[in-house]
């Protein structure tokens, strides 16, 4: 497991990258990657396209997120692989974030 | 270092002079001596002075350093006491038998001091490291044992808040494997006052304590409503709220929620983020109920949504709840339990009475196999029985009132939109159960008032009429229409008023319901029991069964119940 962030030029626009299971392991890992900017941030992508595993703690670490993004900010989950995509469905996520499955 | 005791070293030679000069060599940097002649006299000594160090000549009489070095070492237990062997003999093969024997060094004659000095000091520290990760370990060991015990206690408190309900009913079935002391996983069944049951499955994000914490609301709501007579739209509302405003940002409950109504046959269903809820009609066919909602805990009142999903479960159909354990499996065992997985062996198996006792074989096995404490498995059949099993038991309900209301008379009235958004049978209930002993009667009680209630509703205000339900379409376009009629209510009331008699063994409750509706012709009443193949029109049956007189007053909008109670011989027991 390993998550990488990139934030643009602009510090508008924060990439992260999930690579493996996103479980209660990467709890730190992943604060970690969005903690250290300040909140100029207003779009997020989080991006799945490596992810293999998803569970409730990891459902529970992009509700953080969330909140420290705050209300005007945007989080678009991207490139879900179908059991990912499936995790999402079912706990209806759908609802709070915007997410796509791959192409 | 400055602050460990002062060591005691004992020393062992049978030469005297050897003896003089080591004893000095020790003395004199500071160390507490004591001496020994013998390997006998050492372990004597060792007994009684407990040193910390043993500098141990190899020959010498009665019995020698080997045989001594082994006793010690098998008396020294966990502790590290360090043997040194004094000799003069230096072939490798003796110096190899001194290790062998438990010692830990040597030291060859002639003695160098520097030498003696340096090798003491060695084994200080190393005396020193020992004892701090003795200590450490014991420390842990009396703390694990201590959290332990705590988590004891706490299991016992939490099974008593959580396991009072009717889990052990002959119509469920269920499996909960805890991954610790503590589930992530809270399973509720209760039976509601007005017959029926309501289910509750919830899976916490997490395990252990903060789960169980979480769990303790959850359970003291889900108990208290149902027993008041709440339903399930009001019970999960008031959980999530509770849970939004008790549990941080990141952690939740994906939770299912079942109300089965065995007079109706019917199942009220919400799920919010566990796995599809199935069931498997007599048909063969299996019914899937996706998750429509966001789990438990994260969205506000105002976001939340109540809306449930309503189905037809017949007698001897079985629905199936399970949490997100059964999925984490299929990564270890390959097929067997994956979503999918589960409702194609529902689909294919023939006898439904095996479903259950199959998934425990294989939760069993798993969990030998040790696979299965990768999260928590929770898994619950419940089975759709007649209302007449159910009623035919009766509950003993302990009741240690003994003083309360047994002489009153209350009235209610309701308007307009209230009679549509307002559950009045909770706060009917509430009061008739302040009456003592009559708690024992709460579902008689709760039956006569939703049947008044629902009768002054649909037929008096709404002037729906029942022949609708006579078909299974019929049932779903008698809802709609008693859905779109109750918003566009205007102008009307309820009236409902409740007056409690005492007697000598007893009571006698009237219930009165009046409603501004047109009324109707309730000569026309066929008071008999209908047949069984009859969908509807059991209602007024039902309570003349149960009351001492049912009348009709007025043009059909006044409906009066006497309902008259007997204290119970199991009654006076409690």
Sequence with gaps: MSIVSHLSESGVTMKIAIQGRFDF??????????????????????????????????????????????????????????????????SNFDQMFEISAAK | ????????????????????????????QGYQTVVAHNGLEAIDLFLKEQPDIILMDALMPKMDGFEAAK??????????????????????????????????????????????????Q???????????????????????????????????????VAHLGCLGAE??????????????????????????????????????????????????????????????????????????????????????????????????????????VLLKKND????????????????????????????????????????????????QEGKAFSLNGFADFLLKNENPDEIFSHIDDQEKLSFERNISNIDDVTFVEVLMISEEIVSSKHEIVRNSDLHGARDWSMSFEMFNQTICDFNPI??????????????????????????????????????LDSSLKNSANGFQHYYDLRNERLTNLSGESLHISLRHLPHATGGVLVIRVVDTGAGFDYDAIDFDIPKASQISGRGIPLLTKLCESIIYEGNGNTAEAVYRWEKTQDNNLL
């Design chain 1, 25 to 90: 392991g990467s709890h730190q890992d992943f604060r970690e990657s969005y903690d250290k900017n300040d909140s100029s941030v207003k779009e997020y992508y989080v991006d799945m396209a490596k992810t293999t595993y998803l569970d409730s703690s990891a459902l529970g670490m992009l509700l953080l997120l969330r909140d420290h993004a705050g209300g005007d900010a945007v989080i678009k989950i991207i490139n879900c692989n179908q059991d990912v995509f499936k995790i999402f469905e079912i």
């Design chain 2, 1 to 28: 270092m400055s602050e460990t005791p002062q060591l005691k070293i004992l020393i062992t030679d049978d030469n005297i002079a050897d003896c003089l000069i080591i004893n000095k060599l020790v003395k004199d």
């Design chain 2, 71 to 120: 006793k010690i070492k098998s008396l020294v237990k966990d502790d590290f006491v360090p043997i040194i062997f004094l000799t003069s003999l230096n072939d490798d093969v003796s110096l190899v038998s001194c290790l062998e024997a438990g010692g830990d060094d040597f030291l060859s004659k002639p003695y160098s001091s520097i030498v003696i000095a340096a090798k003491i």
């Design chain 2, 122 to 160: 060695a084994f200080t520290r190393m005396i020193t490291l020992h004892r701090t990760v003795q200590a450490q370990r014991d420390e842990i060991t009396r703390r694990n044992e201590y959290l332990l015990q705590e988590q004891k206690i706490a299991k016992n408190i939490f099974d008593n």
């Design chain 2, 171 to 276: 119509n469920i079935k269920h499996l909960l494997s805890p991954m610790s002391v503590f589930n992530g996983d809270v399973l509720l069944a209760s039976r509601k006052p007005s017959g029926g049951m309501i289910v509750f499955l919830g899976d916490f994000t997490g395990h252990g304590l903060p789960a169980a914490i979480g769990a303790m609301p959850i359970a003291e709501i889900f108990y208290d409503l149902v027993a008041k007579g709440f339903g399930v739209e009001k019970i999960i509302h008031d959980i999530n709220q509770k849970l939004n405003t008790i549990l941080p940002v990141g952690f939740f409950c994906c939770a299912s929620i079942i109300d089965i109504n065995y007079a109706w046959e019917r199942i009220k269903l919400w799920n919010g983020g566990l796995f599809d």
């Design chain 2, 284 to 331: 063969g066919r299996v019914l899937p109920f996706k998750s429509l909602h966001l789990p438990l805990g994260i969205l506000s009142a105002e976001d939340f949504n109540t809306e449930c999903v309503e189905c037809d479960m017949k007698v001897g159909e079985r629905v199936y709840l399970f949490s997100d354990g059964i999925e984490v499996l299929k990564d």
């Design chain 2, 426 to 463: 909770p706060l009917m209930l509430h009061i008739t159960m302040e009456v003592p002993e009559l708690r024992v009667f709460n579902h008689d009680v709760c039956m006569i008032l939703s049947e008044l209630i629902t009768n002054g509703i649909d037929h008096g205000l709404l002037g």
